[in-house]
């Protein structure tokens, strides 16, 4: 049997709102901001079917996960 080594699989979460959201979208959101815009990052969440209050939060930089908060670091770092 042949076997895929392409991981097809997301980080799917669900917050304490019950909302469901893919966590590397989120992150390529979040770093999109610091790359283009942040008009560009809501885009980018909403067509992926990101909800409003997730861009919000995520967004403004009050609630963020310490793992995204370090691939920003490592990101802003680089450049």
Do not use: W
Not at 48 to 65: D, E, F, N, T, Y
């Amino acid at each position: 049997m042949h076997t895929s080594r392409v991981n097809r699989r997301t980080n799917l979460y669900k917050n304490t709102q019950g909302e469901t959201f893919d966590a590397a979208v989120v992150r390529q959101g979040m770093l999109l901001k610091l790359q283009v815009n942040t008009v560009s990052a809501i885009e980018y969440m909403k067509n992926r079917g990101i909800s409003p209050a997730i861009i919000q939060r995520v967004l403004s930089g009050l609630q963020m996960r310490d793992d995204d908060k370090l691939a920003i670091a490592t990101f802003i770092h680089r450049h």
